[in-house]
């Protein structure tokens, strides 16, 4: 089965619903990759960058960084999650049990198919691993989402990055956006089975 490529947003770090999430995705009856969002890390680069003057291609590498340093929350909050830096890292880990956390640095600093500056965050980073992978692609958002709206409307609603929904289109992602009360339908999509 191909593996779901599930993007956990950085503002649910401080929230009590990351570790009830993680707890959840380990249970998890498919492949699961978990794409950290850079949260409170990537918010300390913008407020760096408005007091040194480094260019926005800096601070994208700095912000692919900060999602790094947020995997490794991550990973310190399950003995089940492992953090990765290349595909056949995350090949080693499923095999051996463990959920596969991003580390993108390795994978996404000179990566030509995205731009190189703020537009990109980690919605965007989580697709274009899952057409990497080709498999599928999630997010995770700390506030509400509406289920019925297409991807036009999660992106003019700020919930999803711009850059997002063209990677879905052109390479016709299945994909999923999760918010504050969707993990039922989450746990859907893990194929955990009711009532497990």
């Known amino acids: 089965m191909k593996p779901l490529v599930l993007k956990l947003g950085g503002s649910l ?11 959840l995705i380990t ?10 969002g850079g949260g409170l890390f990537a918010d300390a680069v913008r407020t760096i960058q408005r007091q040194l003057p480094f260019p926005d291609q800096t601070a994208h590498l700095m912000a692919l960084l900060a999602m790094e340093q947020m995997a490794l929350h991550i990973a310190s909050l399950h003995p089940c999650t492992l953090c990765c ?9 499923l095999q051996t049990g463990h959920i596969p956390v991003w580390l993108p640095y390795d994978l996404q600093h000179d990566d030509a198919s995205l731009p190189a500056d703020w537009t990109v965050t980690s ?3 989580a697709a274009r691993l899952a057409e990497r992978l ?6 995770i958002k700390s506030c509400p989402v ?3 709206a297409g991807l036009d409307r999660l992106t003019d609603l700020g919930i999803v990055d711009p850059l ?14 999760y918010g504050s009360s969707d993990e039922r339908l989450l746990a859907k999509r893990l194929l955990i089975p009711p009532g497990s």
């Open 164 to 177: 997002f929904a063209p990677i879905v289109r052109r390479t016709h992602l299945t994909w999923g956006v």
């Open 85 to 93: 830096r290349t595909v056949p890292d995350f090949a080693k880990a």
């Open 27 to 36: 249970r998890a009856q498919r492949p699961v990759i978990i794409v950290p």
């Open 134 to 139: 080709e498999g599928s692609v999630a997010l």
């Open 13 to 23: 770090a401080p929230s009590a619903r990351l570790q009830p999430l993680l707890a």
């Open 123 to 125: 919605d965007a980073l």
């Open 146 to 148: 509406p289920q019925e």
